[in-house]
């Protein structure tokens, strides 16, 4: 959740709800107007970091939430109190609002197949760290310019990760989509749009720094139809050591995945 954006609404009710992180599931889980409650709250107060899709900007993806084996009382744990040494702060919600939050995200759970086990996972997670880790994370480690990759395995398909590392243009997201600012006096600033309204743009710049700019003091905004990540094609990766890696990522199934 955005440490600007935190959510406050009062909602009426809520009597036990917190007996829920004790002991059982989500009290709210499959409540049809708990769900309409989650999905605003979240857009309102999570999608800043998470994306308003839940597929992540800033923040992990969690739409892989019932696929990570994280109970509801330990995600409940997490959005009470936030994240120590990270922008996750600890929530002012109720626990009402929490709850609804997270019956939402229950809903968006999707899990795709395990990879067949072709290919060798330690060649492709050296091939990850030397490729890709300086801009996506696996667990702690990596960085924040591409999306967390932490639980990709459940989430993508083979076939759909081997086509974004051939062609990385071919599917651009939202929170991860290049623009060039250009300045009054003539500056270009290249980073990823992480949000835009008519007045205003924020971006992350490849040295992964936060940057916010008034549309008014810019001489030009630049939406960029190429990602900042690089294709890797047979003559850069080659097939065998793209069937290394995809088995590598297919293994990042879990949200605890941290590779040393």
């Known amino acids: 959740m955005s440490a600007a954006i935190v959510i406050v609404a009062a909602l009426a009710g809520g009597a036990g709800l917190a007996s829920g992180q004790n002991g059982g599931g989500n009290p709210l889980a499959g409540d049809a107007n708990a769900i309409r409650t989650g999905t605003s709250l979240f857009q309102g107060g999570c999608s800043d970091c998470h994306g308003i899709d839940a597929k992540g900007v800033l923040g992990p993806d969690l739409t892989t939430v019932g696929t990570s084996g994280a109970t509801d009382q330990r ?14 702060p600890s929530s002012r919600g109720t626990d009402e609002e929490i709850w609804s939050i997270l019956a939402y995200l229950r809903t968006l759970s999707t899990s795709v197949p ?26 702690e480690r990596g960085g ?22 051939r062609d990385a243009s071919a599917s651009l997201v939202p929170g991860y989509r290049p623009v060039t600012l250009v300045t009054s006096d003539g500056r ?15 971006i ?7 940057q916010g700019y008034a549309k008014a003091s810019l001489r030009e905004v630049i939406h960029e ?21 995809l088995r590598f990522l297919g293994t990042l199934r879990t949200k605890d995945a941290n590779r040393p």
Not at 75 to 88: A, D, K, Q
Not at 144 to 165: F, H, K, M, N, T
Not at 204 to 210: G, K, Q, R, V
């Open 144 to 165: 924040y310019l591409g999306p967390d990759l932490s639980q990709v395995g459940s989430s993508r398909s083979r076939e759909a990760l081997a086509r974004d590392i």
């Open 75 to 88: 995600l409940f744990r997490t959005i009470r109190e936030g994240v120590s040494g990270t922008p996750m």
């Open 114 to 139: 395990a990879i067949p086990t072709t290919g060798d996972a330690a060649n492709g997670e050296r091939i990850f760290w030397s490729q890709c880790g300086s801009c996506h994370r696996v667990g």
């Open 225 to 245: 139809p190429r990602s900042m990540m690089p294709d890797f094609p047979a003559s850069r990766l080659s097939d065998r050591d793209l069937d290394d890696l």
């Open 204 to 210: 992350m710049d490849a040295s992964e720094h936060l």
């Open 188 to 202: 270009r600033i290249r980073g990823l749009k992480k949000s835009e309204d008519a007045y205003s743009i924020r």
